[in-house]
Nanobody
Framework: QVQFVESGGGLVQPGGSLTLSCAAS????????VGWYRQAPGKQRELVAA???????NYLESVKGRFTISRDNAKNMVFLQMNSLKPEDTAVYYC?????????WGQGTQVTVSS
């Protein structure tokens, strides 16, 4: 069993930056690929970025070059550095394993990009 707790969201102006953090608990975390997902109002949840334990990453096309996913295996943490934020990045952001496990969704953290 793995649990994720997300933090770091907030209100930011277009062009701004935020760093999201995700604390994972559970002994299964280290072998797993993990990802950041987001869900905007009225839309389906989508994978934003994912990384393997060894650090290989892949990104949603619309965030390439702006977002960076990283993880600290020793601390069971996953991060999402978000730069050049756009209003369309507004969503609740979640972390989970990749592909996601339905029992591992946390509360998420709200990111709002608005002037």
């Amino acid at each position: 069993q793995v649990q994720f707790v997300e933090s770091g969201g907030g209100l930011v102006q277009p062009g701004g930056s935020l760093t999201l953090s995700c604390a994972a608990s559970g002994s299964m975390f280290r072998p797993l690929s993990v990802g950041w997902y987001r869900q905007a109002p009225g839309k389906q949840r989508e994978l934003v970025a994912a990384t393997t334990r060894g650090g290989l990453a892949n990104y949603l096309e619309s965030v390439k070059g702006r977002f960076t996913i990283s993880r600290d295996n020793a601390k069971n943490m996953v991060f999402l550095q978000m730069n050049s934020l756009k209003p369309e990045d507004t969503a609740v952001y979640y972390c989970n394993v990749a592909p996601p496990h339905p029992s591992y969704w946390g509360q998420g953290t709200q990111v709002t990009v608005s002037s």
